[in-house]
């Protein structure tokens, strides 16, 4: 890949506070056409990180670069960027077109309205005051403004909770079509089937330290991870199986050769057990010990 491909390079960013270490020495590369998820669990240093990025927090120390250019600022390439912060917040008297208008006027590049409108399915709310929009609705609304001056860099933080499960597939599409046309998507998701679906590449932090990077694939792989079983918690203590991870309701165990486990719950009489491939979830699992929620 050619260094002028990277719209972003950032390298060991800092920002503590007082005794909290929130992001310690975090490096991410963006390239145009490419989509990346920051994972993690709460506190992990997700958003501070990405507000970074976008210029809403100053590190303490490290550097970012736009574009490849060590002399632009945040504030000279804003009109290139668009976010998706986690909470958003608008002006309940507006109707949904007053608010993309609003919105565009602040850039001197927009994307055309009415494919934003069409694009994320808002047409038949163009009239209707935010304050009577559902969460969903807002939720999408919040995510097209993210686009509305045409940006090259994308920030989409969670951006699809609160959306039903067609409306999520559906955002997905959307995501990957501006990605198709170009676009550098920076992702934070609790979702890790989001995060497989979309990125190219996925970071994992924990405790504000990137603790795994790569393909998703990649990820899966070098975990050395085979086969997960998974059974209800309750019967953990009926087999004594070394590396369990309970968590949630069920206990879950990544091994290379499932068949000794298998042997061991059958004569435990445990029997509603699953064998399946690894996923994303579990490499987190493995690395940071826990679930993402
Ligand atoms: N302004 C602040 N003052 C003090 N501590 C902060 C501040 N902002 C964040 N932190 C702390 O820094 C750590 C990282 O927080 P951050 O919000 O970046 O994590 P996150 O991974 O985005 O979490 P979540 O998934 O819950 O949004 C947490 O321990 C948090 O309490």
Redesign the pocket.
């Known amino acids: 890949m050619e260094a002028s491909n990277l719209v972003l390079v950032a390298t060991d960013l800092k920002k503590y506070?007082q005794s909290?270490k929130?992001?310690d020495g975090v490096s991410v590369e963006l390239r145009k056409g490419e989509v990346i998820s920051i994972l993690?669990?709460?506190?992990?240093?997700?958003?501070?990180?990405v507000e970074m990025l976008e210029g809403l927090r100053k590190p303490d120390s490290g550097q970012i670069v736009y574009f490849g250019s060590y002399e632009k600022t945040v504030d000279e390439v804003k009109e290139r960027i668009g976010v998706c912060l986690?909470e958003n917040f608008f002006f309940e008297d507006l109707t949904v077109l007053e608010t993309l208008r609003l919105y565009a006027s602040f850039y001197q590049k927009n994307l055309d309205i009415d494919e934003i409108v069409e694009t994320f399915q808002l047409g038949e709310k163009l009239k209707t005051k935010i304050r009577h929009l559902s969460g969903g609705q807002k939720q999408r609304l919040a995510v097209a403004l993210a686009f509305i001056n045409d940006p090259d860099i994308v920030f989409l933080d969670e951006p699809t909770v609160g959306l039903d499960p067609q409306a999520r597939r559906h955002l997905w599409d959307v995501i990957l079509k501006y990605k198709d046309a170009g676009k550098s998507i920076i992702l934070?998701t609790h979702y890790m089937d989001e995060a497989h679906q979309l990125s190219d590449r996925v970071y994992i932090?924990d405790h504000?330290k990137i603790i795994a990077h790569g393909t998703p694939q990649e990820l899966i792989t070098s975990s050395n991870l085979n086969s997960v079983i998974e059974f209800p918690k309750q019967y953990a203590d009926k087999v004594n199986i070394q590396e369990l991870i309970i968590s949630g309701e069920y206990a879950y165990v990544t091994v290379n050769d499932p068949i000794p486990v298998i042997e061991k719950l059958l004569s435990a009489n445990v029997r509603n057990f699953v064998l399946r491939h690894p996923t994303l979830e579990d490499v987190f699992l493995k690395l940071t010990g826990r679930k993402i929620d």
């Open positions: 506070y909290v929130a992001v993690g669990p709460n506190g992990a240093g997700k958003t501070t990180t986690q934070t932090m504000g």
